[in-house]
């Protein structure tokens, strides 16, 4: 969706949108050299409104926020995928691994 | 939803409506789903609350559910699809994730470490690293922006926006202006730390701007019009009669713009300057002026 859709759909002044982006909170998709904005772009968005009306938090807080925000959908993301990983392995491999695993915990 | 929702809240049945928001916001930041993805329990427990703030939060439907004439289920929310949803799901675009958290896992060139800083699904090939430059600019410039030419060292330029208030050694990031990533991988970030030169007039307390200004002793007696520097042009300020040295005036709205919109405050404290060389006349006035022996602004020292 282009910027304006985007603004309308979060009831957002496009000044606010400019300041986002310029904090990269949020980052248009590039498509043919157009950026647009994804449904998740404004999942995102409605986040930054809850964090900023809800609770009150300020733009420090939420530029340090949105960085974890991003961090633990990474981490999450990586261990979803070696999750999967060690699931693809034989039995014996899975076992060996959980041992490991419960050594060190 | 059907539990008492002043129950879920936390809260009395005669609590304030500033006793209800803020028992929300706490649940709020305790609850809510995309600051806790992967917990069903928070979340269920989230929009049981934001249910309960939803009636409780607005006075008219609070009033309606005390007389009954609503239960607790009339105030459901609309379905919401949190951030988390479209960050976790297969084949989830990679924009935002970000796996620097996993920068110090394992040694260098052990086999999972490229699994590990690889940035999402999509990409396969790492990024470029990032490059930090700095810069100085003027006052006004990082007060009110301005567009900035940078020359990198290998010659190009980058055209540069520094953003209404930018504040001494604020990074500014240019995506994709860093090395290019090996293998055809996206480029990395140029960095560039601004560095605002100090101003002889203004000084910078947050968003709000301060100046000394030195005013005559006629002008601290009489008060009367003055015209006072602010960072977007001059303006004319009324001097209150008597100001001493000290006195602080405030110029609303003539500070810094704020990142989130609305600007600063220009405090402007005076300071009296005496005539310079002395006047024989003043001397003479003051040795006349009997008031004068009688006022000691140090009373307060005692003695």
Request: a negative charge; charged letters at 25%; proline letters at 4%.
């Given at each position: 969706m282009r910027h304006s859709e985007f603004c309308e759909r979060l009831s957002i002044e496009h000044s606010t949108l400019s300041i986002w982006m310029e904090q990269g909170w949020v980052v248009p998709a590039k498509n043919d050299g157009r950026g647009e904005f994804h449904d998740a772009d404004v999942a995102r968005g409605l986040l930054i409104l809850d964090l900023s009306e809800t609770m009150g938090v300020n733009h420090e807080g939420i530029d340090v926020i949105m960085a974890l925000v991003d961090q633990v959908h990474g981490l999450r993301s990586k261990i979803q995928a070696l999750t999967d990983a060690i699931r693809d392995q034989d039995e014996q491999v899975q076992r060996l691994i959980l041992q490991s695993l419960e050594r060190c915990s | 939803m059907a539990n008492d929702p002043y129950e879920t809240l936390g809260v009395a049945k005669n609590a304030t409506q500033k006793e209800i928001q803020s028992a929300y916001r706490k649940l709020a930041k305790k609850l809510h789903p995309d600051l806790n993805p992967g917990d069903k329990n928070a979340e269920d427990r989230f929009k049981e609350a934001s249910a309960a703030y939803a009636l409780l939060g607005d006075e008219e439907k609070r009033a309606r559910f005390d007389k009954g004439d609503i239960d607790a289920t009339g105030a459901e929310q609309a379905a919401r699809n949190y951030y988390k949803e479209y960050a976790a799901s297969?084949?989830?675009?990679?924009?935002?994730?970000?796996?620097?958290?996993?920068?110090?896992?394992?040694?260098?060139?052990?086999?999972f470490s490229s699994f590990f800083s690889r940035r999402g699904h999509g990409q396969t090939h790492a990024r470029g690293r990032d490059l930090h430059f700095a810069m100085e600019v003027d006052f006004l410039e990082a007060v009110n922006g301005a567009k900035k030419q940078i020359t990198l060292p290998d010659r190009t330029t980058l055209d540069l926006q520094i953003p209404p208030g930018t504040q001494d050694g604020q990074p500014l990031r240019l995506r994709g202006k860093g090395e290019p990533g090996p293998g055809g991988g996206p480029a990395g970030d140029a960095l560039i730390e601004v560095h605002v030169r100090p101003h002889p007039i203004f000084t910078r307390d947050g968003d709000d701007i301060r100046i000394e200004m030195p005013i005559s002793l006629r002008e601290a007696i009489l008060g009367g019009k003055v015209l006072v520097p602010t960072i977007s042009g001059n303006v004319t300020l009324t001097l209150p009669p008597n100001?001493?040295?000290g006195k602080t005036l405030r110029l609303k709205g003539k500070g810094v713009t704020k990142r989130g919109g609305g600007s600063g405050d220009q405090y402007i404290t005076v300071k009296v300057i005496l005539p310079d060389p002395a006047d024989p006349d003043l001397a003479a006035f003051a040795t006349s002026w009997s008031a004068g022996e009688a006022q000691n602004p140090r009373r307060a020292w005692g003695g």
């Open positions: - | 297969p084949g989830a675009d990679t924009r935002y994730q970000s796996t620097s958290g996993f920068s110090d896992f394992g040694e260098a060139d052990d086999i100001s001493s040295t």
